[in-house]
């Protein structure tokens, strides 16, 4: 306990050690509040996507602090519905039947470019006429323009861009642009200001109801991870990839070396036929294609992250560094506590279990803290050739769909940077900590 | 060795006696070098037979070829205006006929357990036979074509960057060991922990400044479209997408090879033989060559052989990432088209190679190592 204590002391001298040891606090502390935030289910729900999920995203916009390095500010991308501030809903019932309903959207428009789209959804109640709206929209500098007039459907969706007979009322340009566009300006660009958005419902007997209403605007700018093809706000993978990822690197990483250990262990101790064994099925396995197997598993039989994590664990466990474990316990098991052990009458496994490993765990912290990244680099790896887990989102499967789509070459770097940054905080952060535990634990490289 | 010495003229003349030791150690080389061949050939059978069983998990992998056979001759036969005419009694018999006939072709009408056999003594004698689906690019069903027309690409690229990097690494880890503690040490020592990382993760960030962002080296790919038809163009331009796939596998293992190798020598640098040398006032090459690298050639040439054979793997990922038409591609695509005899024999030659260089590497340690003794 006291070594462990003076280990650790030294190991807080290294500043990397330190550095990387803050950044897996944080990663920790990220992977513990996502399954809080978003529970699996929903997460998996989520990643699944659909249109009553991320309707209100437009597809393939950068995040929010885009904003921050650009000098052209980018209308960001919101959802309003009644429940909103901005809101306003008068409900006035008519003389014969039906009620007047004049909802107004109120919002502020400062960006330098024409959002993508703008959309209105309704849902509405009615016995047999189709309630009639009438939208009228109002720039800053006071102009009223009458966008459309429609009657509507129990669930009705209205997109400002796809109105030709407004496209021409706006002069030619399309609906994102003309609304927003400075009449006084020589160049097609936005007024900035407040705009409002009226809609001015009738419902023709009693009963008849607008239920519900709901503006989206899908700007240049949205979340503050952006979104993707799907329209699925990034924040999602990017935060449920923190706990997929610790999992699967720490326990493939402790799986294969404690296992390791214990075969090694093993294998010294009764020595004969099960050394010979299994330092047989080491060489075999050395043969063996790791990757190319594990990408069999994956395309034949599944591609969950727990088969993945099993196959990966038991092709691991007769690595090399069996033989650097049984090259210490063949020096240990000479010592001669353990020969006094043999003299008291101590079972063989508990010589193996109380005696041999624990001389030599030492040597395997360092050991398997190292390995966490290679494993959490292999889960991404496996995502990057299609073989990520099927419904969970993940950092691997980010940069698949985005190298899929041609992030790069299109542009949406962010797609690939943020979960490229994360994977290498999380690998550069395992292996600050092994690196300097390494030269604190074993005592060949103390002092180089 | 020792035959030679059973070669030369001399050695005949010489008394019994003195033959005796060196037909002994022969006997010893001779026998050691017997069941060491049997080892390793039993090893790589089990390995293949396994990757075999695997690449067919169990059936599944049946069914679903089975699966794919009847899709394709159904659609097949339903834009074929002979087939309507038929019966459907007829249609379903010709129908059979079709699916049993490309059945056999791919042997699939016999049990697997029998399969595997041919497949592994097919593999085991070297004949690859004829892949299931695939064909290489000049339109050939043979496995051995379609292997041989991808390994160039992935020496290119795995030889290069991996010489470079095993060589490159030793070179300055040499230089560091001589320059313990000083400023570029440091910095090594701190960089290490960047070879976490593998290479695709580094080849993306390269694809994104010196492709996307300034269009400088291309994407991807081996070669522009169309190629060049001047040689000196042609090699040229393979040189420039060869820059960012040999980069990133360079980069993603440079610092913590350098490490290795740094700790290495400096374990060995430390012995008491180096410290006599350098007080006979030796010049510090000739330390580093007859005392430093001398005894450490063992694992130099462990590694290097690891190294060798590592190339014919290819580089699954990079090449998918880099669209490098390589040999972990090939292998890739074999698996998602479910061809096993491309999968086996991308297994099969890296088995045989492995236990080629593991082989010879016993009798290099005796060569470079006096005080190693084979079988002794």
Sequence with gaps: MQALKSAFRQLAGYPSALLGGILILILLGVGIYAPIAIPYNEAIALWRGGEEHWRQNPRNVPPLWYNWFTKEALPISFQYTEADENVTRTDTPRENGGTNTIITYTFDFQADKFPQELIVYLKSDYATKKPFISFTWITPDGREVRVTDLGITQSETYRFGQDTKLQRRLGGLPANQGLFADPNSEEVKPLKGTYTLVMDALTFEDGDTIVSSEFVMHGLVSGWFGTDHFRRDLGVAMLWGTPVALAFGTLASFGTSVVTMIIAAIGVWFGSWLDELIQRITEVNLVLPFLNILIMVGVFYSRSIWTMLGVTILLSIFNASIKSYRAIFLQVKESPYIEAARAYGASNMRIVFQYLIPRIIPLLIPGLVLGIPAFVFLEATLAVLGLGDPVLPTWGKMINDANNNAALYNGFYYWILQPAVLLMFTGLSFAMVGFAMDRVFNPRLRGV | ?376
Aim: net charge positive; aromatic share 12%; no cysteine.
């Design chain 2, 1 to 376: 060795m020792s035959v030679e010495i059973q070669t030369q003229p001399g050695a005949e003349a010489a008394p019994r006696r003195r033959l005796s030791p060196a037909l002994q150690s022969i006997v010893r080389v001779a026998k050691y070098s017997g069941v060491k061949l049997v080892m390793l050939f039993i090893t790589v059978v089990i390995g293949v037979y396994l990757t075999i069983l695997i690449a067919n998990m169990g059936g599944y992998v049946d069914q679903i070829l089975r699966g794919e056979i009847r899709e394709g001759i159904s659609q097949r036969l339903r834009r074929d205006p002979l087939y309507r005419t038929l019966t459907p009694a007829e249609q379903n018999k010709y129908f059979e006929s079709e699916v049993l006939r490309e059945e056999e072709r791919l042997h699939l009408n016999e049990p697997f357990a029998i399969r595997s056999v041919v497949y592994l003594t097919n593999a085991l004698q070297m004949e690859l036979g004829r892949a299931q689906n695939m064909s290489s690019d000049s339109g050939s069903r043979q496995v051995r074509l379609i292997i041989l027309e991808r390994l160039a690409p992935t020496l290119l690229l795995m030889g290069f960057s991996n010489m470079f990097l095993f060589f490159g690494s030793i070179f300055i880890a040499l230089s560091l060991s001589r320059h313990y503690g000083s400023i570029w040490d440091k910095v090594t020592v701190a960089l290490s922990p960047t070879s976490s990382a593998p290479p695709w993760f580094y080849g993306v960030f390269f694809i994104l400044i010196f492709a996307a962002i300034f269009r400088v080296l291309p994407f991807g790919g081996m070669l522009d479209a169309p190629p060049p038809t001047n040689k000196l163009d042609y090699a040229l331009n393979v040189m420039k997408h060869l820059i960012l796939p040999s980069s990133a596998i360079i980069i993603s293992s440079l610092f913590i090879s350098i490490y290795n190798w740094r700790t290495f020598f400096l374990i060995y640098s430390s012995e008491d033989y180096v410290e006599m040398a350098k007080a006979k006032g030796l010049a510090s090459r000739d330390v580093e060559t007859r005392y430093i690298l001398r005894p450490t050639l063992p694992t130099i040439i462990t590694n290097f052989g690891l190294l060798v054979i590592g190339l014919w793997t290819g580089a699954i990922v990079t090449e998918t990432v880099f669209s490098w038409p390589g040999l972990g591609r090939t292998a890739f695509r074999a698996i998602g088209l479910f061809d096993t005899p491309v999968i086996v024999g991308l297994t099969i030659i890296y088995a045989y190679l492995l236990a080629f260089t593991v082989f010879i590497l016993d009798f290099l340690y005796a060569v470079v190592d006096p005080r190693v003794k084979i079988g002794g």
